[in-house]
């Protein structure tokens, strides 16, 4: 009775919680929630449950919990950059739309991801408020695409892209993986638990970076 009693206690705990998060039904099929184990073993799902993060645009995310995937979407001439320290699992991604803050001084100072030049610093100075270091953060950079702009005029996709190598050379950070330029948009995700990156193109499935 007493071993019922916890299982029934823990069984109530773990509906609560999963319910919450909307994903009570797919654990229950995986184990039987007559078993007694259903309840030790839900508590370390509980903590392990992905949290899908999304990056909108002229947005940035950072995260230290090794179960959230960080996600943006509708890559085009933006550029979206990730950075992760392997080393105590700390990650972000920043998704940047124009490359110089001198465009709008108004809106940089209101919106500072929007731009490259104020957007890339405080990604990599919110990593290390999580303890990251620099030297040991691998970055991967996704889109710069030529979007609407088939006679090349505008360039902003280019125009990001050098922004970006600029502030990093700067900065003696090298790009460890990249997937820029072309005419399509682009989806990117980063795994906090170990650093994966994949992008995806319109219409593809997602391949690591």
Not at 17 to 39: E, G, H, P, V
Request: aromatic content about 8%; some cysteine; charged content about 25%.
């Amino acid at each position: 009775m007493k071993n019922k009693a916890i299982h029934d206690f823990y069984i109530k705990r773990i509906v609560k919680k999963l319910s919450a998060l909307k994903q009570y039904q797919t654990i229950r099929t995986i184990f039987s929630i007559n078993d007694y184990r259903f309840s030790q073993i839900n508590i370390k799902i509980i903590r392990n449950i992905s949290l899908v993060i999304t990056v909108g645009v002229g947005d940035l995310k950072i995260s230290n919990k090794p179960g959230d995937i960080i996600v943006t979407h509708a890559l085009g001439s933006c550029i979206g950059v990730t950075v992760y320290d392997p080393e105590i699992q700390v990650g972000g991604m920043l998704h940047y739309m124009l490359p110089e803050s001198d465009l709008d001084r108004a809106k940089a100072k209101k919106t500072p991801f929007m731009f490259a030049d104020t957007g890339i610093p405080i990604l990599f100075r919110s990593c290390y408020k999580l303890g990251a270091v620099k030297s040991r953060m691998i970055v991967k950079v996704a889109g710069g695409s030529s979007i609407m702009d088939d006679s090349g005029f505008f360039n902003i996709g280019k125009r990001n892209y050098a922004s970006l190598r600029k502030i990093l050379w700067r900065n003696n950070v090298l790009i460890h993986s990249e997937d820029t330029g072309g005419k399509g948009n682009r989806t990117i995700r980063l795994h906090i638990s170990n650093g994966l990156v994949e992008v995806k193109e319109s219409n593809k499935g997602y391949r690591p970076l």
